[in-house]
């Protein structure tokens, strides 16, 4: 029997929700103001009047805030699905080929993950200047790739590590080769693994600023984060704009985040605890 | 003609022996067990014949062609798993058509040789089915399906029963027994069972530390145990063992038990022995019974009724011993008993090494 | 004996390129992102890149005793360890009171678990153009709340004066990374056994002592993990000052990363900032190396 939640817990979990909420909250709240609302003093705690001008503006006026959107998601697709497919593979060599030297290997992997990423640059950016790379969503998905890799082989092959041996066996004695085994087998019973690999992977390629900023230096070719953070320009800062393309930019990545929490918490705690 | 031959087969993990020297044939349509205690070997063995894992030393020959050094699925060989290992996203007809397609089998001979089996071993209601909504009994039987749909030269057996309940593992045991009458095929069974193995094994191997034991039937192991561990792995409850040391007329247990010379056994020069007796081989006589050299007064410590047999635990001059007897009648604790050790159902082994000592003719 | 173990069977050597097949890809991409370009930046900081056609040339430590020269590289330095030291401790006491609430069985988990999660998924650079938003001192809430507390007499610049910019930096990263080291911590938690808390129970142990006797010592693991890839991250910090202030008042607020940024961009200095960050990376290479040997399979 477990002890039941007191008084205390529920006023601390209150005050957190609260607490963890409220930036995003007073964002929305901001992005629905009118111009006079969100320059005024004291500040409007509740829009008035409600308005939806700021999202109009930027739909109808801003094209490029919402090609910045669209940039996060095909590079933020594309980092994922080259991240799952090349870190499937090296998760399953790792966790099941009894590859020589797996486990120097895999503290090779881990160690390199804490490269800190503006180590990279002075070096990258120039190799992307001489090989053409620079402005191009295969650049960028490539970088953040590489970025994110380690981190999806070991997510990955601690999820492999879980699945029974004996069918993949099976499969080998039913005369498959290891990559039949991997797409037909192992791929298919280990999607809950991929999800949540593949959803942290798209979060933290939509994240991602350093190498976005660097690597996109057009403003067309900007990664939402990077052109919003860019926009404001030398010297006025339109709050009303940014906080409504913020919004937008937050947005799918916090659908994605409450529709699939468990998959993400799982896989975020995946390796970490024991 | 050997349809399975091994020869000095061997398996080093990380410079530690699994297995060692494993010299073996086995006949056409054989059924051969490997048993012995977790960590004997015997599923590192099977698993290189299947070519799940290579071979460290030795060759492996089936049907007179050397294979390891071929893929699992060039050996011939099907193998049914302790934990059925069924596709769990597949139906039970892909699940054991799988080998076929693979092996580009035209479609509606597939389809025919799949139902046939099915039909063969009850599954036809369930071909459509995925192995989830199946019970534990049902999966091995695709199991074993999958396994007869590829007419191997050979079927690996690794522990298939061990995850059924006691019910179902009596009757898959004659199933499989049935199965083998009628296919006839090769098989290589391993499991820790020892029923089991007496039960379905033509040959039982044995197996300790990696190595070779004893081969031989099944009567052959439990009435001649060629050692002191098979002696002791093989019949339930185990058998009693007796340390003796020459004494000035015959012999004497470390406690005060006195034996006369066991002449009915070639010992050499030895100066110590270990006496074995199985517990349904020591007679329980009425008190009043003529005593002879091989009878002992003896006092019943505890007695177990199991239901058909009873177990008594024996005082016989400060050896233990235990005794299997029939359980519709049989003394209380307490009692003082005679029993007698009849010198032709003794075993006698080597203490340095646990060699049995040869019976003299 | 030794040859037969060396030697691999065919069977095993073809396993073995199957196994090589599989992770080649990885390790290209490996080698090209994140490896060459250290090793790339390590060779550049001891050279000087020439304009226009000008050859490079081997200029030694030059960039080195610049660099260890100049007062700015220092506080850079000392920006970033500052940030790192105020920053963790708070996080650690925070997620381990997170962890331990999100343990209990109590209605609305769901939503709670939502709250932990959001701000770890929330974009730190967008995290800190809405904080600067929060901080602004003309039409700022947070001037607005503290007046209305009574914790303030008139409006506060929060970013404006050095101390305080650092402070309010500091507690946005505390807002953003707080959860993550909960659900590091959440895991370990997890992983004790039930029962011992049973027993501890049995033993009469009340709640501060099942914490002490229980729950701390077992979690030493996970703090230690939670610990040093926390330290890694602060200490890379990057987007937070470059949106929130811009590294200032002055260079209040001037991060390593950012230091390293503007030598690298702004000022067009590639080998000086090559230096920079090879700097950088030793501190966060040798703390990478206890977090790998923390958790290195045991066997």
Redesign the interface.
Known sequence: MERRAGKGTYITVVISVVISFFPIVWLILTSLKNTAGIYSWPPQYWPDPFTLENYIYIFTETPELLRYVVNSFIVGVGCTALTLTAGGMAGYALARLRLRFSTGLMLMILSVSMFPPIALLPSLFQSFVNLGFLNSYLGLIVAHTGLFLPYAVFMLASYFATL?V??E????????GFLQIFTS?VA??SWPGFVATGLIIFIFSWNEFPLALVLMTQDAMRTAPVGISLYPGEFAFPWETISTATVIAIIPILVITAIFQKQILGGLTAGTGK | MAQVSLRNLGK?FG?TMAVEAFDLDIADGEFLVLLGPSGCGKSTTLRMV???E????GEIWIKDKRM??????NRG???V?????????KTVFDNMA??LK??KVPKDEIEKKVRDVAEMIGLSDFLERKPATLSGGQRQRVAIG?AIV?TPDVFLFDEPLSNLDAKLRVKMRMDLQQLHARLGVTSIYVTHDQVEAMTLADRIVIMEGGVIAQVGTPREVYDEPANAFVAGFIGSPAMNFIKLNRAEKGWRSEGALELPELNHFDLGSASTVTLGVRPEHIEVLPPETPADAWTYDAEVMLAELLGADALLNLSVKGEELLVRVNGTEYPDGGEKIKIRLAPERQHAFDISNGTAFPRRA | MSQ??TT?????R??QRVGIGFITPTLLIIALILVYPVVQSFVMSFQQQGFAGDETTWVGTRHYDAMFASSRFWNALTVTVVFTLITIPVELAIGLGLAILMNESFRGKGFARLAVLFPWAFPTALNALMWRWMYNADYGIFNDVALKAGVIAEPVNWLGDATLAMMSMAVVSIWKTSSFMALIILAGLQAIPRDLFEAGRMDGMNRWQEFTQITLPLLRGSILVALVIRSMDALRTFELPFNLTDGGPVAATETLSLYAYKTIFEFVEFNSGAAIVVVQFAVIFALSLIYVFALRPKD
Request: glycine share 6%.
């Open positions: 029974p004996e069918i066996e099976a499969a080998q004695i039913d005369g498959m087998i298919p019973l | 080093s410079g299947a070519g799940l290579s071979n460290s030393t390891d050094h071929e893929e699992p699925k060989v099907a193998m798993f302790q934990n059925y290992a069924l596709y769990p996203h799988m080998a693979l092996q999958r590829r | 037969i173990l691999l069977s065919p069977l095993e073809r396993r």
